[in-house]
């Protein structure tokens, strides 16, 4: 399909659509923003949260515990 094809599909899509989060969806990828925001206070969570990381506080994992925690949490839930 050529870009002229695609770009009328688009519109004609576009056209139909009626739900207000789709179409803000859209404008968010048009715009080349994700359409991600925190309020004040998950900011501030995810600031403290980072700064307890930086002074060795928080507990974390690497990718493979992630991928055993996970299997096992797996494992239980089909029992």
């Given at each position: 399909?050529?870009?002229?094809?695609?770009?009328l599909e688009?519109?004609?899509?576009?056209?139909?659509?009626?739900?207000?989060?789709?179409?803000?969806?859209?404008?968010h990828v048009l715009?080349?923003?994700?359409?991600?925001?925190?309020?004040?206070?998950?900011?501030?969570?995810?600031?403290?949260r980072y700064e307890e990381y930086k002074r060795g506080e928080a507990k974390t994992y690497t990718w493979e515990e992630v991928q055993r925690m996970l299997e096992e949490n797996r494992r239980k839930e089909q029992r």
């Amino acid at each position: 399909m050529d870009t002229r094809a695609l770009k009328l599909e688009l519109l004609e899509k576009l056209a139909a659509v009626n739900d207000a989060e789709k179409l803000e969806e859209v404008k968010h990828v048009l715009d080349g923003t994700d359409g991600f925001e925190l309020s004040d206070a998950e900011v501030s969570v995810v600031s403290e949260r980072y700064e307890e990381y930086k002074r060795g506080e928080a507990k974390t994992y690497t990718w493979e515990e992630v991928q055993r925690m996970l299997e096992e949490n797996r494992r239980k839930e089909q029992r």
